[in-house]
């Protein structure tokens, strides 16, 4: 009788505190009420960068239970196809909530110059140590 009281007191406890604890984060990766991203963007094979990082191609997030799952807040998400013009969106992703981009891609006119794929941000400059003072100059 003990152990049917035990399984039920154990799950509760366990419901609990993943309702009280805060989001965790891991090496940048965010775990906890995330936002997710669906893409229905043709061509399927084009390239999606967010926020300047790779993320995969269209194909990977255009299914029922296919999705990029991001950090709630602002991101830059941009869809690069070789021969076709970008397409940019900035959009805020709200915790718990899933955003959806609809878009077909153009092909690039006579003449037109297809922009660089995009790169992340620079990353700030480690500051160096300011220089040992030379002995030999009082």
Do not use: C
């Not at 900035?90 to 660089?116: A, C, D, N």
């Amino acid at each position: 009788m003990t152990r049917t009281r035990f399984v039920p007191a154990a799950a509760a406890a366990i419901a609990l505190i993943s309702l009280l604890s805060p989001p965790l984060r891991a090496q940048g990766w965010f775990y906890g009420p995330d936002s997710s991203l669906r893409l229905q963007v043709s061509p399927r094979d084009a390239e999606v960068f967010v926020d300047g990082y790779y993320a995969g191609i269209v194909d990977d997030f255009d299914g029922v239970f296919q999705r990029l799952r991001l950090e709630p807040g602002p991101h830059e998400i941009v869809v690069y196809f070789e021969g076709y013009r970008s397409h940019h969106e900035k959009i805020y992703l709200q915790p718990g909530r899933s955003f959806e981009i609809k878009h077909t891609m153009e092909p690039l006119g006579p003449g037109e110059v297809q922009e660089p794929k995009p790169v992340p941000p620079p990353q700030p400059a480690a500051r160096q140590p300011a220089p040992a003072p030379d002995p030999s100059n009082p």
